[in-house]
Nanobody, 127 residues
Framework: QVQLAESGGGLVQAGGSLRLSCQVS????????VAWFRQVSGEAREFVAA????????YGTDSVKGRFTISRESDKNAVYLQMNSLKLDDTAVYYC????????????????????WGQGTQVTVSS
């Protein structure tokens, strides 16, 4: 059974950095597309970034491009999201998701491409 566990969230001042971790168990992370989504209470879940099975990455809104970096460490079976220059608007619960289907890597920005989700980690950016 595949399980995902996020960590690394917390409270940070605007302009600061955080690194989120997504620990995958039960199956190799190298066989999956793994993504980060975020959600603000009462709003739709938003795609942030994904790393495809073959290692290429894709990012969501222009607001995170150049500030967030997704990476994978196969020997640790983990995926990370390095977040720099954090803004107030980055405040959300961040979820990692993994998909092992062929279309998971083909359509990495869609939540429906992923079968496994973590419980989420809160990121709060203060002024």
């Amino acid at each position: 059974q595949v399980q995902l566990a996020e960590s690394g969230g917390g409270l940070v001042q605007a302009g600061g950095s955080l690194r989120l971790s997504c620990q995958v168990s039960g199956r190799s992370v190298s066989s999956a597309a793994v993504a980060w989504f975020r959600q603000v209470s009462g709003e739709a879940r938003e795609f942030v970034a994904a790393i495809r099975r073959r290692g290429s990455s894709v990012y969501g809104t222009d607001s995170v491009k150049g500030r967030f970096t997704i990476s994978r460490e196969s020997d640790k079976n983990a995926v990370y999201l390095q977040m720099n220059s954090l803004k107030l608007d980055d405040t959300a619960v961040y979820y990692c998701a993994a998909g092992y289907r062929g279309d998971s890597s083909s359509y990495p920005t869609f939540a429906a491409s992923y079968d496994y989700w973590g419980q989420g980690t809160q990121v709060t950016v203060s002024s």
